[in-house]
């Protein structure tokens, strides 16, 4: 059971290029969501999904977008980097959105330059 | 505009004393919170939660207070082991009204000295 799988681990981008981070679940959870960690703002909420079909913003989108055309997946693009994205991401998963249990990946470290 | 707030970036603790980490939140709608428990390179990892209808609960070393008057969770950590040095996160979501959303406070680094 591999849980919440993010991909890449770590990536260095320049200023403009776009990316997608990755992640895929195998828990069959509804819910899905992507933070991002920078020090002394903990872990800020960029977008989530409810369901497949099925996204909203969080705290912190801009610059992002999302999609989940399948439960198990919800990846995060990056369309024109910038280096306030530098940052560590994290997603993260549970069973329905009532739990607020989360269930996250390893974090994927991006560094804009 | 921060929600949740943990006003103490670091705390550090002799093994086998009580650890006290606060968090405050300012929004009344949240009813239910959580601490999340963080290694270095790895992704946070679900601790304990409290519904607002409890003022306490506990799970082995770990016990979280609710003080809905006061806006203010804190989790307790008794006894005191090396191995709960990490970063430690309380989070708050609201049942009603902003569901999906569970917002982070900025986060305490434990350490727990031998």
């Known amino acids: 059971n591999a849980g919440v799988t993010q991909t890449p681990k770590f990536q260095v981008l320049k200023t403009g290029q776009s990316m997608t981070l990755q992640c895929a679940q195998d828990m069959n959870h509804e819910y899905m969501s992507w933070y991002r960690q920078d020090p002394g703002m903990g872990l800020r909420l960029i977008h989530y999904?409810?369901?497949?079909?099925?996204?909203d913003q969080g705290e912190v989108p801009n610059g992002y977008n999302v999609s989940r055309s399948t439960t198990e997946d919800f990846p995060l693009r990056l369309l024109s980097a910038a280096p306030s994205q530098t940052s560590v991401y994290f997603c993260?998963?549970?069973?329905?959105?009532?739990?607020?249990?989360?269930?996250f990946g390893e974090g994927s470290r991006l560094t804009v330059l | 505009d921060q929600q949740v707030k943990q006003n103490s970036p670091s705390l550090s603790v002799q093994e086998g004393r009580i650890s006290i980490l606060n968090c405050d939140y300012t929004?009344?709608?949240?009813?239910?919170f959580l601490w999340y428990k963080k290694y270095p390179a790895e992704g946070p990892t679900f601790l304990i939660s409290i519904s607002s209808i409890k003022d306490k609960n506990e799970d082995g070393r770990f016990t979280v207070f609710l003080n809905k008057s006061a806006k203010h969770l804190s989790l307790h950590i008794v006894p005191s082991q090396p191995g709960d040095s990490a970063v430690y996160f309380c989070a708050a979501s609201a049942s009603s009204g902003n569901t999906g959303k569970l917002i982070f406070g900025q986060g305490t680094t434990l350490q727990v000295k031998p």
């Open positions: 999904s409810v369901g497949a079909g099925i996204t």
């Open positions: 929004n009344s709608m949240f009813d239910y």
């Open positions: 993260a998963s549970s069973y329905s959105i009532w739990t607020g249990e989360l269930f």
